[in-house]
């Protein structure tokens, strides 16, 4: 006949699966290694049944211990919530100081009183616990995580509900002093309690998976050193904003820029010197754009800008401005100063431009045009001394590019 003594302990077998379950899966893949505090709130759960079903008569303090170590598995839990929500959130404090003062009411609470008013703290405590982690996951901002945010939340209030209703019911009920003892209440709490502990288990994996998706697809996008997005997310983002440039009507401007003669710099400073000039050469163009600009790194030294809503002589403008930045730059490494200028290439989308890759053609043609032309310079439509537009024909000039995507700047040394 089934029991007390062997829900517990098969509810304690249920809490190992969980925590083993984490475990594994924070241990295949090292992006998850957050759901730590999950894992140990579950063997914290496992620890404290198991405690309750070794009561005896010669062990009187064991319901007690099981008591504390399932409360400090909600503490543990909320802990966790608090850490997905804000990698910096530090709760084990206020935890820890709550776990303590339910100690000290539990331990003074008289066990042999038929209204079970251990239980009623203890489920009180619990709850209450509970219902700050659901607090932390509602108050989660991120749209994109909101779904399996709201989802472990709705799993761990349910829990807590579960528990506020036990509590409230307990004081009106007399049930056996020993707390072995059958009672349709303790089956139907503890089934329950396994069902949600599952459920809040694949909650919590969801919200760690969720999170490490997001985290690869930006590392997918962006560059590893400066931060920027790179070509691949360029080439993915570009055709999209000259499409929504052409249905509102607005104007679209290229920024193609390379840094000049970043070969001598890594030859003379070594790599982590130009690592530096790449870092600090990101930070100066981001600053001097609006967030609706994009900015990517697409080559070694070789940067894009696009320029929704500006035109041909507004693009020119703002190239010059970031290539005075540049060249007002200076980079200290290893105690020597670095410095660097830019050569900018400037398109703005015209009538005849089908596609991304066309538009990006002339203004790498410019930027040729820049380079050759004595290098720290703009050179591009809008140029109020080049009022035709038009690149000058030049001898080795290189051909246009042709390809099923967005073309790629050539490696530059110059």
């Known amino acids: 006949m089934l029991d007390i003594r062997t829900m517990l302990g098969a509810d304690a077998l249920l809490q190992l699966c969980c925590a083993g379950g984490l475990w594994a899966i924070g241990r ?50 909320t802990q966790g919530v608090a850490e997905y929500v804000a990698s910096s959130a530090n709760l084990l404090p206020w935890g820890g100081g709550f776990l303590l003062l339910f100690a000290v009411l539990d331990s003074s609470v008289d066990t042999s009183l038929p209204t079970n008013a251990a239980a009623t703290v203890f489920c009180l405590f619990f709850a209450a616990q ?21 989802a472990a939340a ?21 049930v056996p002093t020993n707390p072995m003892a059958n009672d349709p209440l303790r089956f139907a709490g503890l089934t329950v309690f396994m069902v949600f502990s599952a459920a809040m288990a694949f909650g919590f994996i969801g919200m760690a998976t969720m ?7 930006t590392e997918a996008r962006t560059d590893a050193l400066t931060g920027l997005l790179n070509r691949r997310a360029l080439e993915q983002a570009a055709p999209a904003v000259l499409a929504a440039c052409r249905k509102r009507g607005t104007s679209l401007a290229v920024l193609a820029l390379d840094l000049d003669g970043f070969k001598w710099i890594n030859d003379t400073h070594g790599h982590d010197g ?18 609706s600009d994009l900015l990517a790194r697409v080559g070694g030294e070789e940067f894009v800008v696009m320029l929704p809503t500006r035109g041909a002589r507004a693009a020119f403008e ?16 290893e105690g020597r100063p670095i410095m660097v200028t830019a050569s900018f290439g400037v398109a703005a989308l ?14 790498d043609r410019w930027l040729y045009l820049a380079k050759h032309s004595g290098r720290n310079c703009t050179r591009g439509e809008g140029d109020p001394s080049n009022p035709a537009g038009e690149p000058a024909p030049m001898a080795g000039a290189p051909e246009a590019r042709r390809g099923p995507v967005a073309p790629r700047l050539a490696s530059r040394t110059t």
């Not at 709130?41 to 070794?54: E, M, W």
């Not at 064991?62 to 909600?74: D, E, Q």
């Not at 709705?154 to 007399?174: E, I, N």
Request: glycine share 10%.
């Open 350 to 363: 015209g009538n005849a431009d089908s596609s991304w890759g066309e538009l990006f053609r002339r203004a």
């Open 154 to 174: 709705w799993m761990m209030g349910a829990t807590a509900l579960l528990c506020v209703v036990r509590a409230v019911v307990s004081p009106w009920r007399t």
């Open 274 to 291: 130009g690592d530096a000039v790449l870092c600090a050469a990101a930070q100066v163009l981001s600053q001097g754009l609006r967030d």
């Open 130 to 150: 509970l219902l700050i982690g659901v607090l932390v996951l509602q108050a989660h901002k991120d749209a994109e995580e909101r779904f399996t945010a709201r």
């Open 211 to 217: 999170r490490l998706q997001r985290q690869l697809e």
């Open 28 to 77: 295949q893949v090292a992006g998850l290694s957050g759901l730590r505090w999950f894992q140990w709130a579950y063997v914290c759960t496992a620890l404290g049944l198991g405690c309750a079903c070794a009561y005896g008569p010669e062990s009187g303090h064991a319901l007690f211990g099981a008591r504390c170590l399932v409360m400090a598995s909600a503490v543990l839990m």
């Open 318 to 333: 703002v190239a010059e401005r970031l290539r005075t930045r540049l060249e007002g730059l200076t980079i200290q490494h």
